[in-house]
């Protein structure tokens, strides 16, 4: 039997082109395709656990290992900057927040099962920080990381503030003069540490020898389409993820659509470090590859537009492929800091937020209708 | 009209009534504790902050944590006191209110079986059905009746038939029987079931179950009413509900028509059934003789005249939608309370733009930070709630000091597979419609062409964009 990846043609075309972020881009497939041989079948045989099979496979477990591999790092790299503050120190502590940042926005779409129990998206990255609670909770000491209380005075936004601040100078005075130093490179740790231990146990629980929640995603009794199944909570987590915490959190909030009008520019992901729109590119790279079935490996299997191609839904696949490339494009068009770009100019975001819009349309509605599965996170009857 | 008449008033047992009560009554309790387990009270009735309410009846309103719960187990006694048969009639009314009350508070949650649960409730509230079998009766003796008229076993018939019919009557669409749609986008999702699983994915399987369901519904009710094909006809009907319960998430809507049909066989069969539960209980055999119960005749004609009328609308409800123009699938009106199940895959989005005249200002609304998902999904795709919600948000920005905004609807729907289209006019002022039943003219026509749409669409989404 041949081992290599039966990949189709048309779907090796569609890989993503031109976005390489810190994804080993392997090139499988097309390359070493002889010219003679057939070309398989489009739609031969797709099979849901297929699907699930990749996408748990080469997509969710390798984006928590990269997730556990960069907070690692954060952590350590968090110690040395309180072991030994420097400017470089700070400059390594700050580079790994920002690797861990974007690896986030690999996984922060798969908001069920071991993530959503113990709730990673709100405890890790609840934005805009609040500054105030941040310095208080550095000035006492007291403070649960975790706690609904302090979930916006935690998590990667308060590293994002803390280790950036308003200004260079100012912000290694606080960390080394300032009578709370102590505190406040011992409140840095408590966060890197406290992500750290919400990431790992999520990567525990989806291990084998951990939870063996890949076992639940992939078991048989989760193969349907029904609200409790992992087709229907991996759409559902997709689809409000996307909705609620990319359109509207990355893009719409602070271009002010949901604030009567009134654009909310530190409303941003990261106000302080000024990459938001690199988090917004990265998630939307995340999603992508999910709706394509292109894995960590560079391998473009099966995902939600083959799963559209195999109900003959083909025309809808492509439209979806289009309207991510047109956000993709529209994104590219924008620069970083995003608060900035809105001030001057918001039109191009807001631009965004209705091609984002156009996409909620086709995946939401058209996607979930034709792939059968419900939009409602209840489980209830239905006639 | 006088031989239905002594049709109708003619003495039969009353042992099928007692039995569909005790079944009734049974299957109700049953699904109140499932409710109740699977935390619905509280995710549907006590969590969401706006509720959608039917025309005229927004004064029903949810009673909070403890009234619902409260409310709840009032209802579960009551069924389980219809079951019993004791306080009979109270029990039947308090049932019915409270059920119908709950199934009233949002219209998000309409389901036919709700409706059908109400009505067959509202049904057993007129008929004798604890004058045997029940605790009253051992309470009272007194109360014991062999016989009742026929009609108080056969307007369940009556009504059981109905359903079937109109299930049927919808079903043949051109949808439903050329495109063997919605069926052809849902079975596929089986395909992981042991055995059957290949054959759901091939569009013939899709073609079998529209046609079959179809010819099932249009004549099961009189192949159950024929003495001869009775028995296989009620293997049909466990077959077929069996069939839909493992298929579709429908609840205990199979196992309520299972229970509710076994009310078309014979006297004798349902005597046998007695006599097997009571040889459980050891109690003594007091169905099969016993006085004829008859209302008084006053109370005779006044319960003829609300049967008549209430068979009258049950008639006409269903029919009601032909007084409208649109395509009943796209606009639904006069889709609920019709029997129309399992007909349509429907989906939608609806974002609300709102313009504030004073400022200038435009912007959109986040409707999950007033709705639930479930409520925003039914919200999308039926227009009198997107007119609800327009009104609902209108409402809101004013407590938040914004007086007479404007709140248009871009909205897109998909049909049994068919691509989205635009559902609401998004130039109408939404706060400007008056909710009623009148026809919706800012909803858009369903044949648009695809093209013609696109362009639409672009239009209105780059004008969703302009600030100030």
Known sequence: ?383 | MHRLRSYLTAPTSIAPLAVFRVLFGALMVASIIRFAAHGWITSLYVEPTFHFTYLGFGWVQPLGHVGMHALFAVMGLAALAVMLGLCYRVAAVVFFLTFTYVELIDVTNYLNHYYFVSIVSFLLIWVPAHRAFSLDVLRKPGLHAGRVPTWAVDIFKLQLGLVYVFAGLAKLHPDWLLEAMPLRLWLPAQEHLPLVGPLMTEPVTAYLFSWGGALYDLTIPFFLLWRRTRVLAYLAVIAFHVCTALLFPIGMFPYIMIGCTLIFFSPAFHQRLLDAMRSLGRRPTLVRDGRMWRPSRRAGSLLAGLLAVHFALQLLLPLRFALYPGPLFWTEEGYRFSWRVMLMEKAGYAAFRVQDPASGRTWEVANYEHLTPMQEKMMAQQPDLILQFAHYLEDYYRTQGLDDVVITAESYVTLNGRRSRPYIDPTVDLTEVRPSLAPKTWILPFEAEPSAQTDTKDETTSALVSLP
């Open chain 1, 1 to 383: 039997m041949d081992a290599r990846p039966v990949l189709s043609r048309t779907r090796q075309r569609r890989v993503l082109a031109g976005t390489t972020f810190m994804l080993t881009s392997c090139d499988s497939g097309g390359a070493n395709d002889t010219p003679d041989e057939p070309p398989p079948p489009e739609e031969e045989g797709f099979q849901r656990p297929d699907l699930l099979a990749n996408v748990g496979g080469n997509l969710i477990v390798p984006a928590y290992g990269l997730l556990q591999t960069t907070v690692d790092g954060l952590a350590s790299t968090v110690d040395a900057f309180a072991a030994d503050p420097s400017e470089e120190s700070l400059r390594a502590a700050r580079e790994a927040l920002k690797a861990s940042r974007l690896a986030w926005q690999f996984t922060n779409l798969f908001q069920f099962g071991p993530a959503e129990s113990v709730v990673l998206r709100s405890a890790l990255n609840t934005y805009p920080t609040n500054v105030d609670r941040v310095e208080a909770n550095v000035a006492t000491g007291t403070y649960t990381l975790g706690s609904i209380a302090d979930r916006p005075a935690g998590g990667f936004p308060a590293l994002d503030y803390l280790l950036h601040g308003t200004d260079e100078e100012e912000t290694m005075m606080l960390f080394t003069a300032d009578a709370n130093a102590a505190a406040r490179l011992a409140y840095v740790q408590d966060n890197a540490a406290f992500i750290k231990s919400n990431v790992d146990a999520v990567v525990t629980q989806w291990q084998a020898e951990g939870g063996n929640y890949t076992g639940t995603f992939l078991s048989e009794d989760n193969a349907g389409i029904d609200v409790g199944s992992s087709l229907g909570m991996l759409i559902n987590a997709m689809v409000l993820h996307y909705e609620r915490f990319l359109r509207d959190g990355k893009i719409g909030i602070p271009a002010g659509v949901r604030s009567a009008g009134i654009p909310r520019p530190g409303t941003v992901e990261v106000p302080y470090g000024g990459y938001s729109l690199e988090l917004a590119q990265a998630n939307m790279e995340a999603l992508e590859r999910l709706y394509l079935g292109v894995g960590f490996n560079g391998v473009d299997g099966l995902g939600l537009d083959d799963n559209l191609r195999a109900l003959d839904a083909d025309e809808l696949a492509d439209d979806i492929v289009a309207t991510l490339a047109d956000i993709r494009g529209q994104l590219d068009a924008l620069s970083d800091p995003l608060e900035e770009q809105i001030e001057q100019n918001n039109d191009a975001v807001l631009e965004v937020f209705t091609t984002m819009q156009e996409l909620v349309v086709l995946i939401k509605t058209d996607m979930t209708s034709i792939l059968g599965v419900s939009i409602t996170f209840q489980d209830t009857d239905g006639d």
